[in-house]
């Protein structure tokens, strides 16, 4: 399934992106047309799994916020 992590800032999708992909998950940054105040700058990693509680878990141990996710 696709999903929409919401992180708020570049910084912390470029991180996030660095860590799915050391542990071999593909995962992009992209930022959302639309953001809302509670989305922050609204950048978002976006990743195709089946286990997106290990994608949480991963992106969580780098100690990074995580503003909301989306199953598109």
Same mark, same amino acid.
């Given at each position: 399934?696709?999903?929409?992590?919401?992180?708020?800032?570049? &910084? /912390?999708?470029?991180? $996030?992106?660095?860590?799915?992909? !050391?542990?071999? =998950?593909? $995962? /992009?940054? &992209?930022?959302?047309? /639309?953001?809302?105040? *509670? +989305?922050?700058?609204? !950048? %978002?990693?976006? %990743?195709? &799994?089946? +286990?997106?509680?290990?994608?949480? @878990?991963? =992106? *969580? /141990?780098?100690? =990074?916020?995580?503003?909301? %996710?989306? @199953? %598109?």
């Amino acid at each position: 399934m696709f999903y929409v992590i919401k992180v708020g800032t570049i &910084t /912390n999708a470029q991180r $996030a992106r660095s860590a799915l992909r !050391y542990k071999g =998950i593909k $995962a /992009n940054v &992209t930022r959302l047309k /639309n953001p809302q105040k *509670e +989305d922050g700058c609204g !950048y %978002v990693v976006q %990743v195709v &799994t089946d +286990d997106i509680e290990s994608v949480i @878990r991963i =992106i *969580e /141990n780098e100690k =990074i916020y995580i503003r909301g %996710v989306d @199953r %598109v």
